[in-house]
């Protein structure tokens, strides 16, 4: 029953908050009137809960943020909609765990409850954080995320420019090392683009196409609109996905 709208950013260049993502966010919350926001992946939970509230409102839905109530397990069982947006996806992940709001989700989203994740909000959907770029500015219990997806997400994804004179590691080949040591399949997830994920039907939205990795395998290209089920819940058909 699981339903997800993983957003690789919050932001594009041009656009404002969420802006890129409006139609596909309205069109998959349906009916739904009310959000619950988890903002612990940025420092100051004020202005963040600020930014998003104002943009929420602008999608007509009431909202409201866990760090403004006595109870936020009571307030994700009660939510129609789950949003955890970007920032740090270890301050996330390490917030997530102290406030004992893991179990709570997982539960919520299981049983149906729409989950939209932007950046940290979508890696930390997946089984681990292992995939993040950002610093450990604090360290969790443990990697474990909310494993509501068995892939991971490599968000932000930047291909290699063959003009730069950078000799440090792309994005690609941290994948690579990645897979080398774990055995989670990885969509390098390009800017402006978005996995919407109905159960096990996992759709590529937006305008880019994308990159899936897995282990042993040879790097694909995957169009814009294609299912890739077939790539990240283990199955062997490739057909008609290739960009």
């Known amino acids: 029953m699981s339903r997800l709208l993983l957003i690789s950013n919050s932001t594009l260049h041009g656009s404002g908050y969420l802006d890129h993502a409006e139609v596909e966010i309205?069109?998959?919350i349906g009916e739904r009137a009310r959000v619950v926001f988890i903002p612990y992946a940025l420092h100051d939970r004020r202005?963040?809960?600020e930014q998003a509230e104002n943009r929420f409102r602008k999608l007509e839905l009431?909202?409201?943020s866990v760090?403004?109530?006595s109870n936020p397990s009571r307030a994700i069982e009660q939510a129609q909609i789950i949003f955890i947006g970007g920032g740090n996806t270890f301050r996330l992940l390490y917030e997530l765990q102290r406030n004992q709001m893991i179990e709570p989700i997982r539960r919520a989203v299981r049983a149906g409850t729409p989950y939209i994740g932007s950046s940290a909000g979508s890696i930390i959907a997946c089984p681990s954080l292992k995939t993040t770029k950002d610093m450990p500015v604090i360290q969790p219990s443990s990697f474990e995320a909310l494993s509501l997806v068995p892939f991971q997400i490599s968000p932000h994804y930047l291909d290699p420019d063959p003009a730069s004179t950078h000799m440090g590691e792309t994005q690609e080949q941290r994948i690579?090392?990645?897979l080398e040591e774990n055995e989670e399949p990885v969509v390098g997830l390009r800017e402006g683009s978005i996995l919407r994920v109905e159960s096990d039907d996992v759709t590529l939205k937006g305008p880019h196409s994308a990159r899936i990795f897995r282990c042993g395998i040879q790097p694909i290209e995957v169009a814009s609109g294609s299912n890739l089920s077939e790539l990240l819940f283990q199955r062997s058909s490739l057909?008609?996905?290739v960009a």
């Open 47 to 49: 202005a963040y809960c």
């Open 62 to 64: 009431a909202f409201r």
């Open 176 to 178: 690579l090392q990645f």
């Open 26 to 28: 309205r069109d998959f």
């Open 239 to 241: 057909a008609g996905l």
């Open 67 to 69: 760090h403004d109530v």
